[in-house]
Structures are given as structure tokens and as C-alpha cells.
């Protein structure tokens, strides 16, 4: 199911450290852009991280980090690879289910009232259950 609050242009930022050449980078950009631009998506912020360990011996030295904010709600994931080309598939796979539920509980409006003390709205304990025995409500 579709609507109507696409977002034309998704503000992800995609930041690396250490030693990660341009290649890697064009390939998480495309792949970020695809996830985050698709057709029915509330808006979405963030950041994701592309980290490159300068230590030769480490067995994973490629890390995918992100950090989203999908229509209200907080999206993260993370991905520790050998290349740089692997850690972003499997965080473009593991955010794209966490995105997915995102956005249908966005959609169908599944969102929770902000408590009083957020600026939300007080009920009294008769209006939150009418059905309760008020005042002058005896049966003989």
C-alpha cells in the first residue's frame, strides 16, 4: 500500500572514517538512496557511518553503522564485514525489515497519546472508564 507522504529527497547523511576509498562510498550511497526513497515512506533523517579499521589483523575491519529516524521513530543497525561492499549489504538487509515495520505502524497510525506531563491530554477516571460505578450509582 502506497500514500501520499513520499519524501522527494531523503536527508541521510553518510559520513566514513579511516581508510575508505570512493567506490565504497558511491556503492553505500546508491544503496542507502534505494532504501530510503522508496514510495510510501514517511520521512527520513539520519546518519550512516562506513568505518574502516587501520589494524591489518582484525577479521572484520569494515563496519556499517546507521542511525534513522523514520517518521517519528529511531531505525539503527549495524554490520561488521570483511570488504566494505559486504558490510553494506548486510546493513542495507538488516535496516530494511526495521524500516518496513517503521513505516507501517506510521501508516496505520499506531501512535501512542503523549503522556500529560508532555503536553498531552489528562483524562479524568470516569471519562477513561464510563462503565465504572461513579457517585449515586447504588442498586438496591
Same mark, same amino acid.
Given at each position: 500500500?502506497?500514500?501520499?507522504?513520499?519524501?522527494?529527497?531523503?536527508?541521510?547523511?553518510?559520513?566514513?572514517?579511516?581508510?575508505?576509498?570512493?567506490?565504497?562510498?558511491?556503492?553505500?550511497?546508491?544503496?542507502?538512496?534505494?532504501?530510503?526513497?522508496?514510495?510510501?515512506?514517511?520521512?527520513?533523517?539520519?546518519?550512516?557511518?562506513?568505518?574502516? %579499521?587501520?589494524?591489518?589483523?582484525?577479521?572484520?575491519?569494515?563496519?556499517?553503522? %546507521?542511525?534513522?529516524?523514520?517518521?517519528?521513530?529511531?531505525?539503527?543497525?549495524?554490520?561488521?564485514?570483511?570488504?566494505?561492499?559486504?558490510?553494506?549489504?548486510?546493513?542495507?538487509?538488516?535496516?530494511?525489515?526495521?524500516?518496513?515495520?517503521? %513505516?507501517?505502524?506510521?501508516?496505520?497510525?499506531?501512535?501512542?497519546? %503523549?503522556?500529560?506531563?508532555?503536553?498531552?491530554?489528562?483524562?479524568?477516571?470516569?471519562?477513561?472508564?464510563?462503565?465504572?460505578?461513579?457517585?449515586?450509582?447504588?442498586?438496591?
Amino acid at each position: 500500500m502506497t500514500t501520499d507522504h513520499a519524501q522527494a529527497t531523503p536527508t541521510v547523511r553518510l559520513r566514513s572514517d579511516g581508510p575508505v576509498d570512493e567506490a565504497t562510498l558511491a556503492y553505500a550511497r546508491t544503496k542507502v538512496d534505494a532504501l530510503v526513497s522508496r514510495p510510501g515512506l514517511p520521512a527520513v533523517t539520519g546518519v550512516v557511518r562506513i568505518v574502516r %579499521a587501520g589494524a591489518r589483523h582484525a577479521d572484520h575491519p569494515w563496519l556499517a553503522t %546507521a542511525d534513522l529516524h523514520v517518521g517519528g521513530r529511531q531505525v539503527t543497525a549495524q554490520a561488521e564485514e570483511a570488504t566494505g561492499t559486504e558490510a553494506v549489504d548486510r546493513l542495507q538487509d538488516r535496516l530494511r525489515g526495521q524500516i518496513d515495520k517503521a %513505516a507501517r505502524s506510521w501508516d496505520d497510525g499506531d501512535r501512542k497519546a %503523549a503522556p500529560p506531563w508532555r503536553g498531552g491530554t489528562r483524562r479524568s477516571r470516569r471519562e477513561a472508564d464510563p462503565g465504572s460505578a461513579g457517585e449515586g450509582s447504588r442498586t438496591a
